[in-house]
Structures are given as C-alpha cells and as structure tokens.
C-alpha cells in the first residue's frame, strides 16, 4: 500500500478545489445572468411571462438539487445527448441559483416604493430606462447582501456534483478516503476548505448588510 | 377646445364604483383646485388624467391627446402632463441636478450640457440652484418638493398635476412650496391641484372643483365657491376645513 503523507492529501484536495470554485463561478455568474433576465421577465407587467418565471422558480426551489443534477444528467443521455458530468452540473447549479436569486432580487426591487416606478412613468422614461436607471441602481445596494450571502449555498451546492462523478473536493476527499481510510482526518480538510471558501463570503454579506442597510 | 376634456368618466375597483361620469373641462392657463373628503374620488381623477389610473367608460382628452393607461401612451402624455406626488418621489441615488436631467437627456435627447443648463433654469425658478449637487436626503421636505416640482418642469409640460403635495410637509415648509406655485400660476401655467390648503385654493386658484361621491358635487369660481357654496355637502365640508 502506497504511504500518503498530510502534504499529499491536502495538496490534492486543493487542486480538485480548483474544479469547485470553477464551479461556483459558472454556476454563480450563469445563475447571476439568467435570474437577471427572469427578474426583466417579471418585471415586465405581461402576465405569461410572469406565470413563466413564477413556475420556473417554483420548481426550482421546490425540489432538491440532487434531483435537479439527476434529471439534467441522466434527463438529457436519455434523449441520447451525451453529457459530461461537468456540463450536467453547471447547468442544474445555473438553474438553481437563477431560481433562488430571482426571489431574492425579488423581494429587493419589492422593498422599494411603488412611487419611485410612477415618477419614472410620468416623465416619460420607458420599461427599460425605469428599470436601469432607476429601480437597478437602487436594488442593487439593497441586494448584494443577501445575493454575496447565497454564494455560500452555491458553494456548498456543488459537493453534490460529487454524485454524478464531476471531481471537486467532495469528490476527491471520497476517493483519497478510499485510498487511504482515514475518513476523519480527510473529511476534516475538505470541510475546512469549504469554510475557508465561505467564511470570507459569509463575512463580507454582513459587512455589506451593515453598509447599506438603512443608506440611501 | 380646452386643455383638459374629461367626459363623462366611471372608474370601478373591482366592485367598488370610485367616479360616476364625472365631467370637468379645464383651459389653458386655469389654476383649478379638487377638494373634497377623502375618498371622493379627487386623486383617482388626477391618476386618471395622465393614465397612471385606467378608467373604464367615458373618455379624458388633454392636450388633443386621448389618454389610455397604455404604457406607450402614457410616455407620449409625459410630454404634455407633469405630475407631483405627496410623497416627492425623488430617484433617492441621483443628485438634485441629475434628478432633473434624466427624463430631458433620455426622453428629449438632450445633450449633457443642454440638460444640466435646462436643470439649472428650473432649479432657479424654484429658488434651490446652489443644491444642483446635492443628494435628495440632504435636503428638507420642502425642498424636495420644490426640487420634484423642478423635475416635472423640465419636461415643459402644458399643464401641471399635484396630488396633496403639501400634505406630507410639516406645517413651516408648507409656505415655501406655495410660493412656488403661486410663482407659476403667476407665469400663466395651467395647474390642477388636489389640496387640503382651503386658502391656497381659495386666494390662487381661479376655479374649485368639489368631489364627494365620486362625482363633481360643485364647482365654480373659486372666491364664490368659499363665498356661497350652494349644496349643503359642501357647506358642511367647508366648515369641517376652514
């Protein structure tokens, strides 16, 4: 049997590391672009499209994300698409996390009064410029907060790519631990690394709650 | 024709009938004030006017344009109809200038320059140029007012809606915004004013219009509306106010 010393573990825990923050980053900016269009979807006053992004964010947030990768991954090879396991879950991670963002921008734009959308409107801005230059900007300040605090369940999210056989940390603590069966002490390091992602994230949302909250 | 053609209008929420055919005609130039209890239909009315309220029968015609709550429509209108609101509505991320100079740079295609000229012209008119700057919540309710009032200037409206704009200004800022209008009533602009300020009404105002159960009860010049006014409801109501 091969010897693994700590410096070995923890450095291939830190390379498929790589592979989760890629994750994240695809799933978060993907999920960031889509939840922005869903958002202008909402927005727009046209009651199918709402119905639309009512429905999509439903089902979303109403299942779980394992189900989501399991059905976007074995879903499309059914239908005879042939699907890496890194393709199946940024796509499931994109739609969850434009769900859940489109409910939180949501309740933000929400928060702002209903005068700020009929001052535009009588002075003739239209749907776009309303929502750009004025409702946005001001949404924005409200939103980064909560938005920067989802990262962390985007983050955390990806382990379950580990399930379809994507290998990111999650996945590659299970194989090391099938190498080397110390369980503890690896699960130990992977979770450390998770915390060493999210806490700076966790950190700067209350940072940022605390800036804007009450500001203009 | 006259400015503001509003012809038999109904308006319902739901099963609630909030104005039964109401019919006024305003003409360039009038300072009109709506008075009347609280849900008498006054601001419905005023909404109705520049289509931020749909209304369901009758028509409303201003400025030869008929209005709808089309959304197109009601961007056509900004150029004829400016609104003030009660609670100002400033863009509370934009500066005083940058308030006023949004809807002429995005709307009418002004150029930076031409836009921040036309915010400062305004911003004189209303006595607040040196807060051109500024951010709204530096300023006072009075002044914020006076700045939303700049702002709906800036579009050269032909005629001006005010919906209880001083109803939510403390008692010693209410003066300033006045003054204000009576500036501009002075400068021959046409001014339709939901109020609760019964001697505004009655000193500035060419013309009282009195709601109550969502129609016109009464209307007539404005001294000899306060003078004699001739139901009960609004005897009654104007002893309640004055």
Known sequence: MIEFTNWDLLRNLLLATRWTIALSLTAFIGGALVGLLLTAMRLSGRRPLQWLVRGYVEVFQGTPLLMQLFLVFFGLSLLGLDISAWSAAAFALTFFTSAFLTEIWRGCIDTLPKGQWEASRCLGLSFQQTLGRVILPQAIRVALAPTVGFSVQVIKGTALASIIGFVELTKAGTMLNNATFEPFKIFAMVALIYFALCYPLSLASQRLEKKFNGAR | MALVNIDQVHKYYGDLHVLKGVDLKINAGEVVSIIGRSGSGKSTLLRCMNGLE?????????????????????????????MVFQSFNLFPHLTVGENIMLAPKLVLKLSSKEARELALDKLTKVGLAEKIDEYPDCLSGGQQQRVAIARALAMSPKVLLCDEITSALDP???????????????????????????????????????????????????????????????????????
């Not at chain 2, 609760?196 to 009195?210: I, K, S």
């Open chain 2, 54 to 82: 749909a209304y369901q029968e009758g028509a409303i015609i201003v400025d030869n344009k008929e209005v709808s709550s089309d959304e197109k429509q009601v961007r056509l209108l900004a150029r004829s109809v400016g």
């Open chain 2, 172 to 242: 010693e800022l209410v003066g300033e915004v006045l003054r204000v209008l009576e500036q501009l009533a002075a400068d021959g602009m046409t001014l339709i004013l939901v109020t609760h300020e019964m001697n505004f009404a009655r000193d500035v105002g060419d013309r009282v219009v009195f709601m109550h159960q969502g129609k016109v009860w009464e209307s007539g010049p404005a001294k000899a509306v306060f003078a004699q006014p001739s139901t009960p409801e609004l005897q009654s109501f104007i002893s309640a106010v004055l």
